[in-house]
């Protein structure tokens, strides 16, 4: 039973103060739900009344009463209130507010396994590129973070290190990989070993302390949320370290909220605010040591110092075209814009205003129809660049972006972002790196006919070699950041529903084993989706459960078997089904068809199921600089001609398209070479010039050509580093 403070308290301790999990001395008069106030037992604690209020969907705050904490009264009573309103000091009162459940919660990151192609893919992740860093790339192998004097951006913190753990930690537990695991103990030892005696994260006696953040003045503190986000995954991957991590964790969050009082947010971190939120509103749900007001109010204090993402995207400061140099700053940059998407749909959890959930909605809507890409993505030349597919998008921006939709997806179900992570997924994330993932590229195109250093160059703030295959081209944020693409991909695959339910976020193969209310649930994905159309749920529960099956809204044929019956859920539809104990097989078909999106000048980007299309150049990829075992710089040059226009009624792509199918999908499906999926189109080549060492947009269709027809093979957009993907289609 906790000690609850008296009334000798001065009153601007009770102004200032907050008290375990509650308000002291605080009551919110107004806003009060039907039926209030609740009569409790005359022994019932503020927690009480707490609990009913999380209890309640429509409860946003609660005051309490009873003669066991003040002598007001006979009763305790318990008023739940649905809207948030202004405060007034009572002495008999404790008040607090809750915060809102996410419709969709994570499990925990220990729960899935990647299995099939998805684990081939994972493990190709963490014996690469992004298993090896600590190896041999000196702003990871000799980092401030471990004691190093490498990567000294950021006031000496720089954020390789914490964007790199972000991923490498699910990357390590997920596959197994020992090397990868080792590396992974090392360093969270390390960080948690020298956090600072007061409470920051950083090494005491290295050449740029933390206390530089306050003796200069500056206050840039956004490298510390990945690494928040890296700790609170170790702690769900390892639970006998989990004591310590979320004590580190606390006694940070206490440092820092301190901070922010005299050094508000500034420069990324205020635009990157959301990921700190992320961190707070985790130990919140899983770790709140009965101090859940301490942190609503670190999330409103973060919040009122924040960037107002949800002002830009609706206002007038917002470019509907590629940025002009005045547009140019923190707002357009590309990574801070994707991970500014999910701002607002974290935010519901506290306000709880329709608002918020609008603005989800509008900065989606806005980014498609002014920078949209074909792949899913939006452009983003390092900055927002407008609807040209010769501009680039961030492999960083990519991941971020992936991971915004997570979020969501999970406070909306809307079903629209759930299909773009996997559209992400499957498309723009594969062609961010080569087959065995050694290399990345900075910037990747849409249209993209050759991948070399190149001056001048297209891209509206990048430098010649932005779309370069290799260890760090152009900037080398991306090298640390692109491994946690894959697996955050597989940890929010399935999520937890208020129900105590389970839903699909993406569909992809994979073990889920965990805990619901009622009992266990196991849930084994087996599929080669998505190249194939065959998707089968095998689940075990100890008790019966609501399954939301995810219908994504290309499918509008779609068929689930289920004990003998088959049945015909909608396309772009949650299908909500009862399970019952015992186990369950599901097997859903997805008919994956043709379809065509009108893009820049009239021309066309091809899909079948959630794949994009591109036109085959081929690619010859010549190895340059090399660095460890088999990580080089690539130069790579097209093979085939590249400017066609097709032969298609984009109304009617099936007349014209021809897929083909290899039977299995071979080791890599994502090589150029060995990918099993191939679609057969006619064109004809076209006068298509060229721009800054780029192809131009594409010409206005439809197009005349005198040329002969020929046969042309489209590949899917992540099989391929070259390709051109927005083409115009001929007249007649």
């Not at 971020?400 to 972002?417: L, P």
């Not at 600089?625 to 990580?631: A, D, I, V």
């Not at 999908?665 to 060229?690: Q, S, Y």
């Amino acid at each position: 039973m906790k000690t609850h403070h008296r009334w000798t308290l001065p009153l601007l301790c009770l102004l200032l103060c907050v008290y375990a999990d509650y308000e002291l001395g605080i009551d919110r008069p107004y806003g009060d739900l039907p039926n209030q106030p609740i009569q409790l037992d005359k022994n019932a604690e503020p927690e009480d009344c707490q609990t009913l209020c999380e209890q309640n969907s429509d409860c946003k705050t609660w005051s309490f009463s009873s003669p066991k904490t003040s002598d007001c009264q006979d009763d305790a009573l318990c008023w739940l209130k649905g809207e948030l309103k202004p405060v007034s000091v009572n002495r008999c009162m404790y008040s607090g507010r809750v915060l809102k459940r996410l419709d969709f919660m994570p499990f925990p990151a220990s729960s899935f396994r990647p299995t099939g192609w998805l684990m081939e893919q994972m493990k190709k992740q963490a014996t690469g590129l992004a298993g090896h860093l600590a190896d041999f790339w000196n702003d990871i192998a000799n980092s401030t973070w471990i004691g190093g004097n490498s990567d000294t951006t950021f006031n000496g913190y720089g954020e390789r290190v914490p964007y790199w753990i972000n991923g490498l930690v699910p990357t390590a537990y997920l596959t197994g990989d020992q090397h990868t695991i080792d590396q992974v103990e090392r360093y969270v030892k390390f960080i948690l070993d020298h956090q600072t005696s007061d409470g920051f994260f950083g090494n005491d006696g290295d050449p740029w302390p933390r206390w530089k953040i306050v003796v200069d003045g500056e206050t840039e503190i956004s490298t510390r949320f990945p690494l928040l986000m890296a700790l609170t995954q170790y702690s769900e991957f390892n639970p006998s370290h989990s004591q310590r991590v979320i004590d580190a964790i606390w006694k940070y969050f206490d440092a820092q909220r301190a901070q922010l009082f005299t050094k508000p947010l500034d420069s990324w971190a205020k635009y990157r605010y959301q990921d700190l939120l992320l961190s707070i509103f985790y130990i919140y749900d899983h770790h709140p040591r009965d101090r859940q007001e301490f942190l609503l109010n670190f999330a409103e204090l973060v919040y009122q110092q924040r960037f107002d993402w949800e002002g830009f995207f609706g206002g007038n400061d917002f470019p509907k075209t590629s940025c002009t140099p005045e547009q140019i700053g923190l707002a357009t940059h590309g990574v801070n814009v994707g991970q500014g998407l999910k701002s607002s749909a974290l935010w519901y959890r506290y306000s709880q205003s329709p608002a918020d959930i609008s603005s989800t909605t509008q900065r989606y809507d806005v980014l498609d129809r002014y920078h949209g890409m074909a792949s899913g993505i939006f452009s983003c030349s390092e900055h927002l660049a407008g609807l040209s597919p010769s501009q680039g998008a961030e492999t960083c921006t990519v991941v971020e972006t992936m991971f915004s939709y997570v979020h969501m997806y999970s406070q909306t179900r809307d079903v629209r972002y759930a299909d773009r992570i996997e559209q992400l997924a499957y498309n723009a994330l594969p062609a961010s790196m080569t087959p065995d993932t050694w290399a990345h590229v900075y910037l990747q195109q849409a249209n993209e006919i050759s991948s070399e250093p190149v001056n001048p160059f297209v891209y509206l703030s990048d430098g010649a070699d932005a779309n370069v295959y290799g260890l760090a081209p152009w900037f080398g944020c991306c090298t640390a950041n692109f491994v946690q693409g894959w697996p955050k991909f597989v940890t929010h695959a399935l999520l937890q529903t208020e129900d105590d339910g389970v839903a699909v976020n993406v569909l992809t193969p994979l073990r889920f084993k965990s805990q619901l209310a009622n009992g266990a649930v196991s849930i084994i994905i087996t599929t080669n989706y998505p190249f194939e159309e065959i998707i089968t749920f095998d689940i075990t529960s100890e008790a019966g459960f609501p399954f939301y099956l995810r219908i994504p809204a290309w499918a509008n044929n779609a068929t689930l078997y289920s004990q003998g019956k088959s049945r015909n859920p909608p396309a772009g539809k949650l299908y909500k089904m009862k399970i019952p104990a015992g186990k369950v097989t599901l097997t859903l078909q997805l008919p994956m068809e043709f379809r065509t999106v009108e893009r820049l000048n009239g021309a066309v980007a091809i899909y079948r199921g959630p794949f994009l299309y591109s036109l085959d150049i081929g690619e010859n990829m010549e190895q340059k600089t090399h660095y460890y075992q088999n990580s080089y710089d690539y130069v790579t040059k097209a093979t085939k001609p590249w400017a066609y226009a097709l032969s298609l009624d984009p109304t009617h792509p099936e007349n014209s398209l021809k897929f083909t199918y290899a039977g299995n999908i071979g080791e890599n499906p994502f090589d150029h070479a060995g990918t099993p999926l191939r679609v057969a189109v006619r064109g004809k080549k076209i006068e298509w010039g060229i721009e800054k060492n780029a192809a131009a947009d594409p010409p206005k269709s439809p197009v005349e050509s005198s040329s002969a027809m020929e046969d042309l093979t489209l590949l899917p957009f992540g099989s391929s580093r070259l390709r051109m993907t927005e083409l115009p289609v001929l007249k007649n």
